[in-house]
Each structure stands twice: as C-alpha cells, then as structure tokens.
C-alpha cells in the first residue's frame, strides 16, 4: 500500500527558492556567470526530485521510505512506537505534520504520509504491539 507524502506550500517555496532564482536571474541580470547559473540550479533541480518521488510504501512486513535518491527500508515488526507530532526538524517529510516512528534500537525517523491515521493503522495491521502515541 502506497502513501503519498504531505507537501506543504511554504516548504515548496523554502526549498524551491533556488530553482526560481536560477531562472530568474539570468533573465535581469547582465552580469550573470554560468557558474552562478549551476550553482542555484543544482539544489533546484534535487529539490523537485525529493518534492516529486517522497513516498511510503508498505509491502508485506516492510515499511520503504522513499526520499528523492534515497530509499530507507524498515522491518514493520522492529517499529515499537508511532506517535503523530509537529515537527519543522529535517526527515524524509514534506510537512511539519509527520508520525515519528521508533524503531530498532532507539532509532528514529519521520514521515509526513497525507492519511496519517490509515498509515499507522496499516502498519498496526501488520504489527499488532505497536503503540501509538
């Protein structure tokens, strides 16, 4: 079962910002260097990848967090603990809306899934124990 994140607006602007001025730039600029224009653009364009591939799949007893190039697996019978938090800290979560999930031996991460109350159901489904918070 596939989870999309939660993208929100001001993070999109925040992280955008270098995107827009590596196009903007150049168009008032007279003295613009090529090097500029690769300097801003290379964050732009690693920004619209994490913004477009952040997701949360649930396969079998797996949980795969997919982060931009990154991809994290996770066993869903080793999570101990969901809790839904607010939290502006970083993490491969598009919002500050996010389930931190406790796992392992006291590792950490947060996901900002769209539907977080069938994401940690789902994972429940799977994991019994699991306490929620």
């Not at 910002?17 to 290379?42: A, M, Y």
């Not at 994490?50 to 799949?57: D, M, Q």
């Not at 970083?90 to 406790?102: C, E, F, H, K, Y």
Request: hydrophobic residues 50%; contains cysteine; proline residues 5%.
């Amino acid at each position: 079962m596939y989870f999309s994140s939660k993208r929100d607006i001001w993070m999109g602007l925040l992280h955008g910002f270098p995107l827009f001025i590596s196009i903007f730039l150049p168009l008032v600029s007279e003295e613009f260097s090529i090097l500029l224009f690769f300097v801003l653009i290379l964050p732009g364009i690693v920004f619209v990848i994490i913004w477009c591939r952040t997701g949360y799949t649930i396969s079998g007893e797996t949980l795969v967090i997919v982060y931009g190039m990154f991809r994290i697996r996770i066993s869903i019978m080793d999570i101990k603990k969901a809790e839904y938090m607010t939290s502006p800290f970083t993490g491969p979560a598009l919002s500050v809306q996010r389930v931190g999930i406790t796992y392992g031996h006291y590792k950490t991460i947060t996901v900002s899934p769209k539907d977080k109350e069938a994401f940690v159901q789902a994972l429940r489904d799977v994991n019994p124990d699991l306490v929620i918070a």
